[in-house]
């Protein structure tokens, strides 16, 4: 009685080593082609779209006020959750336009992350002659309370007398 | 226009791969031809940028004729390599049957691997935010201006955020598309990227199909060609690909310097891992491990030979890296400076970050969207594999592998951010550096088919 059990024991299991490489196999290959799948859709998702409409949007912005001098960003009624937005909106500016300068905070002020960028730059609003002397050219002013839609307007820098143009 | 911007960019990248060749051809034997290529692809970049960097430091920016000049140079190192070196007989592996349908399907899966980070490489611009803070803005400095004297960007800590201390190996190679441009063009930095996406694919194919054969080779290397986090950080112009190419070739190197301890195998070795030292500071304590790995595990540990080896295996690396050293000595320590904070001081006072850090280890094991099966995968390989005796590849991978993942755990533990924040935005990037160990493990675990064994056995 338990020798056909042992022999079909030993047929499973030489039919699994058998084919088991095989259906590792096609294991192996319906995760590639789904990681695939899924990495299409992303990239082709509403939000990737919306994501590269921003950066380009900013991008455009950056490069219409500038006009070949440097720009500084004067950010107001920032909300604590658009910060990192702010911070993305300030690293992106400074390498769109470098070796122009985007300027958002006095020298020496370490900026590493978002907190320290809206800290400094809500209480410093430098006249035009210290703008002039760094190589700025306008001021983007990114109004916080509007979201960040359409938030961006622009103030020509006087260079002969001082201003506090930004309110 | 549009012709001699890419006229420009694909005879920089030629001069690239140019390099790779003039240097292997005077240092490897014994290699086929798609481990030599893979091994070209990635050491070419890294040799190359690195004479930007030195050129750079004593006051001369990327240039067009620089670029030229050097591609030159390596055309004749090549050409001699050709003419004088011994070469050795070619490489013939034995013919394997692969079934139909692994040839056919993987390809497909990875030519969409090769579309998407084509794609992100040549068509996007920079999107990725780590890419245009850090690695890409860097690529613009360099581009701009000399490392002698120091540019006013490294002390401007108003862009701290960037990382003024960070290696500028990957930046500088990213710099050489818009030296050899003559100018700065958005997107077009990343192009580099291309050739570490193929070259680690390669050599973890070529290492593989060496020792297990032609269907695990293609499993392994399509597991990483294919991965989501590859396809994330693959084309975006950030430096993780660079790094984990590099470790690829060390790893290759590893290998060939314990079976037949050839200078040339080892040589090689340190030059990858100082170059992984030069892209990222993860890249130095992986250099680290590939001397440790060296000293213990290769034949003979105690061995004349090996000692005589691992110190020239630091001597380069550290010779290699020097200059670095000396470049950030004045830079201010603005942001997270590791370098300062990694004591026992730190890492005791931060033991209570220990749970929370493996927990996001694990949890990235099992994460099946940034992965796939690939780490579940391994580690059912490696239970089916249990009992079995281990050969010393297999146990330098394990080594490799365990090292790296224990190596990251201390700087999560000092690190100035919110755990919270940092580990869902990191640890996806520091599995990727793991992943060549991993591949090949997966590919020298791979199962054989019946069939092929009973094949040999006939032949």
Partial sequence: ?167 | MWIALHFWSALYLCCLVLAGYALLDWMAIGLTRVERFGLAIILGPGVFGFCLVMISMVGIPPARGEIILLGGVFAIVATLARIWRRRAEPIYLPPEKTPVWILLLCPIAIGYGLYAVGTDVLVFPTLEWDAFAIWQLKAKVLATAALYPRPAYFFDVRLSYSHLRYPLLWPMICAGIDAANQSLREGLGKLPAYLFYLGTGICIYGTVRRSRGRTAAIIAAGLVLTAPVVYRYGGSGTAEMALTAFFTASILCILRWQQAQRWGDLILCALFSAAMAWTKNEGQALALINGIVILVLSPRPLGRKNILAVLAFAAIVIVLFIPWLIFIHPLPRSDEDYANRLNPYEISTHLYRLPAIIRAMLTEVANVKDWGIFWILLAALAVLARGSSMSRTMRTLWVLLILQALVYIPPYMVANWDLDELLPATVDRLFMHMMPAAALLIGLLWPRPVLTVNAAAIE
């Fill in chain 1, 1 to 167: 009685m338990r020798l056909p059990d042992s022999m079909s024991q030993r047929q499973a299991s030489s039919n699994l080593k058998k084919y088991f490489p095989t259906v590792l196999g096609i294991l192996v290959v319906v995760s590639m082609a789904s990681l695939d799948y899924l990495d299409w859709r992303r990239r082709t998702s509403p939000g990737s779209e919306e994501y590269m409409k921003f950066i380009a949007a900013w991008d455009n912005e950056y490069l219409a006020v500038s006009r070949g001098k440097g720009v500084f960003l004067q950010f107001q009624n920032l909300k604590t959750n658009a910060y990192q937005e702010t911070a993305r909106v300030y690293f992106r500016g400074n390498f769109i336009l470098y070796p122009l300068p985007v300027i958002a905070a006095p020298e020496g002020t370490r900026i590493n992350r978002y907190d320290d960028l809206a800290d400094q730059n809500m209480h410093f609003h430098p006249n035009g002659q210290w703008l002039a002397a760094r190589g700025v050219g306008s001021i983007l002013v990114i109004d916080g309370s509007h979201g960040y839609d359409n938030p961006v307007y622009m103030i020509p820098v006087p260079t002969t007398r001082p201003t506090t143009a930004v309110q």
